[in-house]
């Protein structure tokens, strides 16, 4: 059930696409800036606004990674296993970040500062193996790197 001011926040995005044709997905992205994330709740209203099945919503927030059914950390983290990242170590330092957060990769630390996350090439190999956090790239990363890099943020 959603609340009063989440609705609020919604109702505005969807009457603003309402009758804009392939309306979802800037919907969905609308929603999930504001929000945050796409949670079952959120999902069933905009299914519901748009007049189109539930499974259908579902569908593209689940084929997107960009967006996300549960809450997420306030920096994410994207560990390249791209070739050349995983050829040139990227296991290792996603073990490390593992290691350093206490979270598995698509999950979102404790505190809520980080989500870790997989992520495929970011055209950047000769400087393999690569994370990035938020929109800063970390080339030629060895997992002894890492506690430093989160002491950053």
Not at 46 to 69: C, D, M, R, W
Not at 132 to 151: F, R, S, W
Request: net charge negative; with cysteine; hydrophobic share 35%.
């Amino acid at each position: 059930m959603l609340t009063k001011s989440t609705e609020e926040i919604l109702n505005p995005i969807i009457q603003k696409y309402q009758h804009i044709p392939g309306n979802l997905i800037p919907v969905l992205h609308e929603i999930q800036k504001q929000i945050g994330y796409l949670p079952p709740e959120i999902q069933e209203h905009v299914a519901n606004q748009l007049k189109i099945p539930l499974s259908q919503v579902h569908g593209v927030i689940t084929f997107y990674s960009f967006f996300s059914s549960t809450p997420q950390g306030e920096h994410s983290i994207g560990v390249c296993m791209g070739t050349a990242c995983y050829v040139r170590g990227a296991e290792d330092v996603l073990e490390r970040l593992q290691d350093e957060l206490q979270i598995k990769r698509g999950e979102t630390s404790a505190d809520k500062r980080f989500t870790l996350t997989i992520t495929r090439c970011v055209g950047t190999c000769s400087l393999a193996p690569v994370v990035m956090i938020d929109d800063k790239v970390y080339g030629n990363l060895t997992p002894e790197e890492v506690p430093q890099i989160l002491g950053q943020y």
